[in-house]
């Protein structure tokens, strides 16, 4: 049922109004600085809110100087669509990063890096993060680096994610996903005040929320305010993840059923790539 899948990344660049042909980048090879990025799960060929990620990665787009005006952008998405797998489990990642584009010298490049999906998990153990290296909270891509170190600080220390503070120690988001809670039956979220990316899996949760008539909340807490209620961590490649543990922090709870409920809620929002 999965489509044959190439060892690494395979990059396909946009020069000349067309995705290049295909090249495997080998694991030691360095990137060009990031400037934009957005990904998302292919699950046979169903995704989850395509269009969102579509308007978030050319919004971004918009804002660089040197970058690729909208047309431009619309066709290389259009050529991204056509290109990705209808079959197996992948993780595809579109990216603006800087450096000549090959048809115009001195202008950022447009790119496609197809990539296998990793393994899908249910649950995540948190840490909190000593530092906030974010330099454009709202743009995913120019901060990927500094916050992967993030992640793998959290790995060492036998967590999976790493969680970001405000100045006044209020959670504000995972390196690398969102972060909610539950108190009682209304679902919470980080207050607007405090600079996060805009989440595509968040934004297709709280909309579900709204249509089902559950309270979304948007609040100032701290990690130890936490304790007790049940904690999820929200992204793209595994959706939602329970927090069965936060490393120096509050204690993690569950309600029975609650996330099974809600997985299955948003896997049904999956449509084909096609639709």
Do not use: N, Y
């Amino acid at each position: 049922m999965s489509a044959e899948r190439p060892r690494g990344d395979v990059l396909h660049v946009w020069q000349g109004g067309e995705l290049s042909t295909s090249r495997s980048v080998a694991g030691g090879e360095a990137d060009p600085p990031l400037l934009v990025a957005d990904s998302w799960l292919i699950d046979d060929g169903a995704v989850l809110a395509l269009d969102v990620h579509r308007d978030r990665f050319a919004g971004s787009v918009a804002g660089v100087i040197a970058g690729p005006d909208a047309d431009e952008v619309s066709a290389f998405w259009a050529a991204v669509v056509a290109m990705l797998p209808r079959t197996g489990a992948w993780f595809p990642r579109v990216e603006l990063v800087a450096g000549d584009a090959d048809d115009r010298p001195g202008r950022a490049r447009l790119q496609l890096r197809l990539r296998p999906a990793p393994p899908r998990r249910r649950s995540v153990v948190l840490a909190t993060a000593a530092r906030d290296p974010r330099t454009q909270p709202s743009v995913k891509g120019p901060d990927l680096a500094a916050l992967g170190a993030l992640v793998a600080e959290a790995r060492e220390g036998g967590a999976d994610e790493a969680v970001l503070l405000s100045p006044e120690g209020f959670v504000v988001e995972g390196a690398w996903s969102s972060i909610v809670w539950w108190r009682g039956d209304a679902l919470c979220l980080p207050a607007d005040d405090l600079p996060r990316l805009p989440g595509v899996t968040v934004r297709s949760l709280t909309t579900l929320a709204a249509v089902l008539g559950v309270d979304v909340l948007h609040d100032h807490t701290r990690p130890d305010e936490l304790d007790g209620f049940e904690v999820w961590s929200l992204g793209a490649l595994h959706g939602i993840r329970i927090v069965t543990g936060w490393i120096d922090g509050p204690a993690a709870a569950e309600e029975p059923g609650r996330l099974a409920l809600w997985r299955g809620r948003l896997e049904r929002l999956r449509r084909p790539i096609d639709d």
